[in-house]
């Protein structure tokens, strides 16, 4: 975020903090809020897509092989 949208949204704060908030300041404050978590949610989406390294046997493997030793 740039200090400019930092600053913005303490004094958003502050006002709803005050009461004395709009709604058009509020739905601002949102939107500038949610802006920089487009990139956290890329990043999050892209990390669930991954695939594990190493394939983790099933439960059921893994009883069958101790009831075969």
Partial sequence: MTPEIQSRISVLR???LDK???IEEMRE???LMR???VGAA???DTSRRKT???VVPSADDLLNELGEL
Avoid: E, L, W
Wanted: hydrophobic share 40%; aromatic share 0%; no cysteine.
């Fill in 20 to 22: 004395t908030i709009t």
């Fill in 42 to 44: 890329i990043a999050s």
């Fill in 52 to 54: 594990a390294k190493k």
């Fill in 35 to 37: 802006s920089g978590r």
């Fill in 14 to 16: 502050q006002k709803s």
């Fill in 29 to 31: 404050a949102i939107i």
